[in-house]
């Protein structure tokens, strides 16, 4: 029996005129996930994407779970294609649907019908599907408020479509229909989340993380290449740059007071990665932060930090528990990776009693005193690419 794959997009269905481009977008992030799986044939109608496989032999439960990491998908089935005649969609029905009805016990049929010259009308098809179905599988029960799963009957133009189990895709926005932005990515729980979180909404991710050699080790740096690597599943494809930090570390904790190591450090963090942005076309930062998680992320310590942006810091986390986040880092699996234990350089210099109310007047002259021009200069020259493709 030949199956399809049938796409569902929610939102940018609403997107009017807009939406041929999100369309391209998407159909492109389509196709690079699944080419390498076979010979596909694409089509569009309706907010529906049509795959159809073209050979014999592809793993499509394969291709759906490439397809449930692509935002911009609402939905995701197989579906089983059917002559556009009522007795053919019966027949198929039956066969193509038994293992999913003699596992369930309530359901309801549901048909939709694009092409109006079809001879039956939309409750006719159901009220004759589901009888045929009650027929042949007793135990089966309508529920038109809550059944455990619709029977779908789709008749298109050219073919009628069954199906009956919907998986939920993604959701968001496809990943470069937003613009670009830069990941300040660490090696925790919270940045690899956050990077998630803007790609979700269709902007592509660069990353940026700091390294301070030999306070940091090899081994630090390799974990955030792993965390880098695992978001491009979702993100695509990655620039990671990768900043020498040393040295401006070791400026702030001979001139300024150690108490205000850590806003001053981010402040800096943010100076290089806006330079690196206007380099490479990235439109704001994005960082990992929640109110309150630590001294750094009081409204008064952002309120310092953010004085030295002149593009947008985009805190996707800003409202969310730590419980929250780390559901997601399981979900998009960089928890495990997040948690193994090497230090990076915000812990490193970590005052013993950092100011938790900053005054930007107070870190400004602070920062003053040390020599930071050159330094970052040297820091954004020193400064390495690596680029993270997705796999496929
Ligand atoms: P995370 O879990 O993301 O490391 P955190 O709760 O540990 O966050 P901080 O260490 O204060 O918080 O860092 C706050 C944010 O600053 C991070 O989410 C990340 O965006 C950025 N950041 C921190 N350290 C680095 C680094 N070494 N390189 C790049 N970005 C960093
Ligand atoms: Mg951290």
């Known amino acids: 029996m030949k199956e399809v794959i049938l796409i569902k997009y929610g939102e940018m269905a ?14 492109k992030q389509i196709k690079r996930r699944l080419n390498p799986l076979g010979n596909f044939e694409y089509s ?15 793993d499509l439960d394969e291709a759906i779970a490439r397809l449930q990491k692509v935002f911009g998908i609402a ?20 066969v193509y649907l038994e293992e999913t009805l003699e596992e369930t016990r309530t359901y309801k049929v549901d048909a939709k019908r694009a092409d109006k010259t079809f001879p039956m009308k939309s409750p006719e098809i159901c009220r004759e599907l589901g009888g045929i179905l009650c027929e042949k599988y007793p135990h089966l029960k309508v529920d038109v408020k809550n059944p455990e799963i619709t029977v779908m009957v789709e008749i298109r133009d050219t073919n009628a479509y069954v199906h009956a189990v919907k998986l939920k895709g993604a959701g968001g926005l496809p990943v470069g229909c937003s613009g670009k932005a830069m990941l300040l990515l660490s090696g925790g729980i919270d940045s690899p989340v956050a990077g998630y979180m803007m790609a979700k909404r269709g902007v592509s991710i660069s990353a940026i993380h700091f390294i301070s050699p030999p306070y ?16 491009t599943d979702y993100c695509g494809d990655i620039n990671f740059y990768c900043v020498p930090f040393t040295e401006i570390q070791e400026e702030i904790r001979r001139r300024c007071p150690e108490e205000y190591f850590t806003i001053i450090m981010r402040r800096l963090m943010m100076e290089i990665a806006q ?40 805190r996707p986390l800003i409202g969310m528990d730590k419980t929250e986040i780390i559901e997601i880092s399981r979900k998009i ?13 915000c812990t490193v210099f970590t005052p013993r009693h950092p100011k938790i109310r900053p005054q930007l007047s107070m870190i ?16 954004v020259e020193g400064t390495q690419l690596k680029r993270f493709k997705l796999k496929v």
């Open 14 to 27: 609403l997107k009017g005129q807009n939406k041929y481009s999100f369309e391209d977008v998407l159909f």
């Open 44 to 58: 569009s109608a309706q907010s529906t994407i049509y795959v159809d496989p073209q050979e014999e032999g592809i």
């Open 75 to 94: 939905s995701i089935c197989r579906a089983c294609v059917c002559e556009k005649d009522f007795s053919d969609i019966c027949e198929k029905a039956q």
């Open 216 to 231: 940091t080790s090899d081994r630090a740096l390799l974990k955030v290449e792993q965390l880098c690597d695992k978001i």
């Open 275 to 314: 330079r690196i942005c206007e380099k490479e076309g990235s439109l704001a930062l994005i960082t990992g932060e929640s109110v309150g998680q630590v001294a750094s992320q009081t409204l008064q310590a952002m309120v310092c930090t953010d004085a030295v942006c002149k593009i947008p810091v985009f």
């Open 333 to 345: 699996d960089t928890f495990d990776i997040s948690i193994q234990p090497y230090e990076d350089c």
């Open 364 to 379: 400004e002259e602070s920062q003053n005193s040390g020599n930071f021009g050159e330094l970052v200069e040297k820091a």
